[in-house]
């Protein structure tokens, strides 16, 4: 065990734009057997230090005109070409 807490102690979420994030999502979905929802999926895991601690983290793809990451100017791709879905 580390003597210092540490200083990252979880994820929230993996969260990218996608130009088709429905396509992402149901490829997610039949490929990988991801649980979608409106929300994309949440993940269930358990803190390594207090295992009887439960953590989630939320994965989504979003549309590439969302706010939702301003202020970030950055440009995110997902690595599925439209052949692959």
């Known amino acids: 065990m580390l003597d210092k807490p540490p200083k990252v102690t979880g994820i929230g979420g993996i969260f990218f734009?996608?130009?088709n994030p429905e396509s992402i999502r149901?490829?997610?979905?039949?490929?990988?057997?991801?649980?979608?929802?409106?929300?994309?999926?949440?993940?269930?895991f358990r803190n390594v230090n207090r295992p009887e601690e439960i953590?989630?983290?939320?994965?989504?793809?979003?549309?590439?005109?969302?706010e939702y990451f301003k202020p970030s100017k950055k440009r995110v791709y997902d690595k599925l070409s439209s052949s692959e879905y």
């Open 17 to 19: 734009k996608s130009e």
């Open 55 to 66: 953590n989630y983290l939320q994965w989504n793809p979003f549309n590439m005109d969302t």
């Open 26 to 44: 149901e490829w997610y979905h039949a490929n990988l057997g991801l649980a979608i929802d409106e929300y994309g999926s949440q993940f269930e």
